[in-house]
């Protein structure tokens, strides 16, 4: 038991550093990883919102659903297209953002992404566009749908 308040304070001094420096570790540790969790949160939910626009174009123009046939339309053929290209850029956001990861949360949101891009690009339609829209996007991307499709795409 402390006998002054010189030693009061000294000993008040050496609980806050056990006490107070562990405690601030974990409190900054812990803050550390729920902006993390919210950073991975924003980044998906603003992937999906721009994918979400895209399935509105999609009921906005049902012609444009059209995946399996070639539009004869020239306008809606044009739509189509630009739909396409808005997907190959959502695509390579998507990739560029999440692909390679190693943390669970991320790897999870690119497993979902690879579904999306799996599905379209099994659409005849899309296929067909691709080596076309492929052309100027970033290289591991191209790389990576080339392999996806086992197609030959030119960066």
């Known amino acids: 038991m402390p ?3 010189l030693e009061f304070m000294e000993l008040l001094s050496y609980l806050a550093t056990v006490i ?3 405690l601030a570790i974990l409190t900054f540790t812990s803050q550390e990883r729920k902006e993390r969790q919210s950073e991975q949160e924003e980044i998906y939910d603003q992937l999906m919102d721009h994918y979400d626009d895209i399935k509105e174009k999609l009921f906005e123009y049902p012609e444009l659903d059209q995946h399996d046939t070639t539009l004869t339309d020239p306008e809606s053929a044009r739509r189509q297209r630009i739909l ?4 190959i850029s959502l ?3 998507a990739f560029i953002l999440l692909h390679g990861e190693t943390d669970p949360a991320y790897r999870r949101m690119w497993n979902s992404w ?3 891009i799996e599905y379209w690009t099994s659409r005849p339609n899309f296929r067909e566009a691709l080596p076309d829209m492929m052309r100027g996007e970033d290289p591991d991307f191209t790389a990576f749908i ?3 499709t086992e197609m030959d795409l030119k960066p």
């Open 3 to 5: 006998t002054s308040f």
């Open 20 to 22: 107070g420096i562990p």
């Open 84 to 87: 396409y290209e808005m997907l």
């Open 91 to 93: 695509f390579e956001r």
């Open 114 to 116: 690879i579904d999306y």
């Open 146 to 148: 080339a392999k996806l």
